[in-house]
């Protein structure tokens, strides 16, 4: 993993190494006076045990002065077994503030190696990167700014107060709006009757061709007839279709009397004949 070199949490760090270096000297001055506390502690047994000796061998020299003296103190000693190296069991004896200053730190040892989820470690021996940012250096920038923020938006809470609006019986601004509204709403009224009951716009061109007095008097037709012109409609449509593909053409046109037909042709019956003619032979 590539750590950045300029980051205050990168371990190797000018100031994290120069902080490491401090808690290590620091931890070194704790130990080294640790130890002379109990060497001093230690000094000050032996010393008092030699004034010990002292005091019993000045009491065992005025004791063999007088036979009176030794033989009350042999009657007021108890019986019990002869001890020979009893002096040597008191120099050996142990000091207790030496043996709990040595439990004391056998456990934070322990702690030290062992995993206790940081119960057992005291804030004095917690590493500084092991330490909150709050903890350190107290309030920061960005918590005193959350808690301005905080503090406005109460202050707007508490200002911003729900007030009723003010109600008067004969207010001409409620009537006017009340008028315009009636009057907006009359207005679709309208709007919505006559696009609904008007004539439908017919914008094909064949249905512009029709006299005004037919397209007024015309009536909606009905499904019987639009069926029979769609079924017309369909007719002629294949009737096209079979011409095209198989030759075969069907006059959807009604037959016209030629008697009746007016031409500028001067033989109109020879034409139509040879038209005819003309049309069978391409057929075949």
């Known amino acids: 993993m590539n750590i950045l070199p300029h980051k205050s949490w990168n371990v190797y760090n000018k100031k994290n190494i120069e902080k490491v270096r401090r808690d290590e000297a620091k931890a070194r001055e704790e130990e080294k006076a640790k130890t002379g506390r109990a060497t001093h502690a230690e000094s000050e047994a032996r010393l008092n045990l030699l004034r010990q000796r002292a005091q019993k061998k000045q009491q065992q020299q005025l004791q063999s002065s007088t036979s009176e003296s030794v033989s009350a103190l042999q009657t007021s000693i108890p019986t019990q077994h002869i001890n020979l190296f009893d002096e040597e069991a008191k120099e ?25 989820l940081d119960k057992g470690i005291n804030k004095e021996s917690t590493p500084w990167y092991a330490v909150k940012e709050h903890d350190r250096f107290g309030e920061t920038v960005i918590d005193s700014r959350k808690r301005k923020n905080e503090d406005k938006k109460e202050e707007y809470k508490k200002r911003r107060k729900w007030r009723e609006p003010i109600k008067l019986d004969e207010d001409p601004l409620a009537e006017i709006r009340t008028s315009l509204s009636k009057r907006e709403e009359t207005r679709k009224e309208h709007r919505y009757h006559n696009h609904h009951h008007r004539e439908p716009k017919r914008k094909h061109k064949k249905y512009k061709k029709a006299s005004s007095s037919s397209s007024t008097s015309a009536v909606t037709p009905s499904i019987e007839t639009l069926r029979a012109q769609r079924l017309e409609r369909e007719r002629k449509e294949r009737a096209r ?27 109109p019956s020879e034409t139509a004949e040879a038209r005819k003619s003309r049309r069978d032979h391409r057929r075949h």
């Not at 050996?92 to 206790?116: F, P, S």
């Open 92 to 116: 050996h004896a142990q000091n207790e503030e030496h043996l709990a200053e040595e439990k004391v730190k056998d456990e934070k040892w322990e702690r030290q190696i062992t995993m206790y």
């Open 241 to 267: 279709t079979k011409s095209y593909v198989y030759g075969e053409v069907e006059d959807t046109k009604p037959p016209r009397d030629d008697a009746q037909y007016c031409s500028s042709q001067f033989n």
